[in-house]
């Protein structure tokens, strides 16, 4: 309470207030506001753009390994055909399975394919007699011929079983909690 007692009124009426200096002028134009205005708008979407450009694209999704490997299979043809689905074959067990190097033999694939934990033994098996067979083709031209004529068919037929296989043995996607 002290403090407001040592308050006390002036003495008399209070004076008008007035600026010290007089009046401020206002010297800008209106237009020269509306140009700056508009100017600044035109500097930030253009630094806009220019950020949005710099902007990575958003990666394409990837295709799955199965719709490539049918893709592919189904544009085979001619006098490569067979090392054309021994090779399909091979980049669909690397790029679904996720196994080892690309240059690995017959042997080698399918004995990383069948230490994978969702192989099981008819397809190592048939993964195995198919590359052989393709090998064996490509080395002794005799049966050439025949397996020439049937590698599509069979190499579409083994793709689907190893697709088949991985789907059923992968487990089932945990749910989206909202």
Do not use: W
């Not at 140009?35 to 630094?47: G, T």
């Not at 190893?162 to 992968?170: P, Y």
């Amino acid at each position: 309470m002290s403090v407001f007692a040592a308050i006390k009124k002036a003495e008399g009426p209070i004076p008008e207030l007035r600026p010290p200096k007089g009046e401020i002028a206002f010297d800008i134009p209106e237009g020269a506001i509306l140009n700056a205005a508009l100017i600044f708008a035109f500097v930030v979407l253009l630094v806009g753009r220019f950020i949005h450009m710099r902007r990575p694209a958003p990666p394409l999704p990837i295709e799955p390994p199965i719709h490539v490997a049918r893709r592919e299979l189904e544009a085979v043809s001619g006098p490569s055909a067979l090392e054309e689905c021994a090779r399909i074959v091979r980049r669909y067990v690397l790029d679904a399975y996720g196994l080892g190097p690309e240059g690995a033999t017959a042997a080698e694939l399918a004995a990383q394919f069948a230490a994978h934990r969702f192989a099981i033994t008819d397809l190592t098996i048939a993964l195995e007699t198919f590359l052989a067979d393709c090998d064996r083709a490509r080395f002794a031209p005799e049966d050439a011929e025949h397996l020439a004529e049937t590698c599509t068919g069979r190499a579409l037929a083994l793709v689907e079983a190893l697709d088949q296989r991985r789907r059923t043995a992968e487990p089932a996607p945990l749910p989206v909690a909202t």
